[in-house]
Antibody, heavy 122, light 105 residues
Framework: QVQLQESGPGLVKPSETLSITCTVS????????CNWIRQPAGKGLEWIGR???????KYNPYLKSRVTMSVDTSKNQLSLNLRSVTAADTAVYYC????????????????WGPGAVVTVSS | SYVLTQPPSVSVAPGQTARITCGGN??????VHWYQQKPGQAPVLVVY???DRPSGIPERFSGSNSGNTTTLTISRVEAGDEADYYC????????FGGGTKLTVL
């Protein structure tokens, strides 16, 4: 059974770079695409972007200038870097697998990690 | 940019039917996905492609999509269905609705 697990720093200082890793277990990351989604406390979900094992990426236009995603297939891990963070970036960060049907991406997220809480504060 | 509009809250008595709507311009032409999120937990996909259910999701959860409104219907509501529900589509990027809190009276 495929599982995702985020790991992050917990606390990041303003203007610095937030780095989070998503480790996939129970399956090969080479088989699908994963998305990053965040949720500020008490608020809704915000999509950050998608990373496929092929290396292709798609980012939220509102965050694109500050986001970089990468994949390490040897470690079965994806990484998210968000630069120049502010308090507005404080949130729970989730990685989520994108559902596929015979190789076609369906745009729905069927497996989620438990989330990593990140607080931006000095 | 594309906007999905959900009512902030819906209340229903146990055993009754809950209907949670999600409005968007010509949303009937898009594939809609629904998530359930309980406090302190990650979202769970309950309906995808308008009306399909992932394995393990009860048949009580169903979806429909037409025109400018898509609806998640939960039949025979149970106390355990109390949660936030989010609709989601792709429109050059992923868009989520603002979420609806379902309260079971």
């Amino acid at each position: 059974q495929v599982q995702l697990q985020e790991s992050g720093p917990g606390l990041v200082k303003p203007s610095e770079t937030l780095s989070i890793t998503c480790t996939v277990s129970g399956g090969s990351i080479s088989s699908y695409c994963c998305n990053w989604i965040r949720q500020p406390a008490g608020k809704g979900l915000e999509w950050i972007g998608r990373m496929c094992s092929s290396g292709s990426t798609k980012y939220n236009p509102y965050l694109k200038s500050r986001v970089t995603m990468s994949v390490d297939t040897s470690k079965n891990q994806l990484s998210l870097n968000l630069r120049s963070v502010t308090a507005a970036d404080t949130a729970v960060y989730y990685c989520a697998r994108e559902l596929t049907w015979f190789g076609d991406l369906l745009g729905a997220f069927d497996i989620w990690g438990p989330g990593a809480v990140v607080t931006v504060s000095s | 940019s594309y906007v999905l509009t959900q009512p902030p809250s819906v209340s229903v008595a146990p055993g009754q039917t809950a209907r949670i709507t999600c409005g968007g311009n010509n949303i009937g032409s898009k594939s809609v996905h629904w998530y359930q999120q309980k406090p302190g937990q990650a979202p769970v996909l309950v309906v995808y492609d308008d009306s399909d259910r992932p394995s393990g999701i009860p048949e009580r959860f169903s979806g429909s999509n037409s025109g400018n409104t898509t609806t998640l219907t939960i039949s025979r509501v149970e106390a355990g269905d109390e949660a936030d529900y989010y609709c989601q589509v792709w429109d050059s990027k992923v868009v989520f609705g603002g979420g609806t809190k379902l309260t079971v009276l």
